[in-house]
């Protein structure tokens, strides 16, 4: 237990994300029950703490009163590792990523267009071969020759559903609500609106710089997918990926 620089006892455990180790100082419990699977002996590279004028703030942007102050500091905490994970080429995104065959696929698009459910019938295609990494905010680490890996995190979405694993990316998808699918291959000019848009873009305007250079180095197969909410719209993107990655 530690006195917290605005008042409260709290107590400070370290967890692992996406290979760094990273302490968490809060006010409540709820985040160290959120982020149990992740608990790590090993020291911290750096703390998060938690004010009250943090959580007041993830109360205004999520503007929505009736949240619980426990849960607003479970995205305060985020929020916070996500503005100091570019300095370890890691940047937070937007976005539902699943594994099949060792190799991860991330779905990105505008809210509601069907993310979550587009990665639901990779799962219903593929069965146990299809893992969930991280359905809402996963960590993404660019390396130095633009490959890349996914982590999951426990910050996953309405549904809950993550791994505490690691996966090599091999293709990002950006989707888009079709009666007819089809997809095809697009260029990093064509996909980078999308991907700043759905990258946490921080406000340390260092961070925010190394970000837009992680995207820049970013060197996976890019692809727009046109769906609908049937299985072979999963049956197309994932043949066509999974032909054309390797």
């Known amino acids: 237990m530690k006195n917290h620089p605005y008042g409260f006892l709290t107590m400070e455990k370290v967890y692992r994300f996406a290979e760094q180790n990273i302490g968490i100082c809060s006010v409540s419990d709820e985040i160290h029950r959120l982020c149990q ?10 703390t998060v703490q938690v004010s009250r004028r943090d959580i ?4 205004a942007n999520a503007d929505r009163p009736g949240y619980s102050d426990a849960y607003l ?5 985020y929020r916070k590792i996500a503005e100091k994970m570019p300095d370890y080429d890691t940047f937070l995104f937007h976005g539902s990523a699943v594994a099949a065959d060792a190799q991860a696929y991330i779905f990105t698009a505008k809210s509601g267009t069907g993310k979550s459910t ?25 390396h130095a020759d633009g490959s ?89 993107s994932y ?8």
Not at 118 to 142: E, Q, S, T
């Open 37 to 46: 699977s992740y608990l790590t002996d090993s020291s911290a590279q750096f």
């Open 56 to 59: 007041d703030l993830e109360r």
């Open 73 to 77: 500091e479970t995205l305060a905490v």
């Open 118 to 142: 587009h990665a639901r019938l990779w799962r219903d295609l593929l069965g146990g071969r299809a893992v969930m990494v991280n359905d809402d905010k996963p960590l993404i680490r660019v």
């Open 148 to 236: 890349a890996t996914v982590y999951g995190t426990p910050w996953d979405g309405k549904h809950r559903l993550s791994s505490n694993i690691a996966v090599p990316v091999r293709a990002v998808c950006i989707l888009e609500r079709s009666p007819e699918n089809h997809i095809r291959e697009i260029t990093k000019a064509e996909a980078l609106p999308m991907l700043i848009q759905q990258t946490y873009r921080p406000a340390d305007p260092a961070a925010l710089a190394k970000t837009l250079t992680l995207l820049d180095r970013l060197n996976v197969k890019l692809y727009r997918l046109g769906c609908n909410m049937d299985i072979s719209a999963a049956e197309l």
């Open 239 to 246: 043949h066509t990926m999974k032909e054309e990655c390797i």
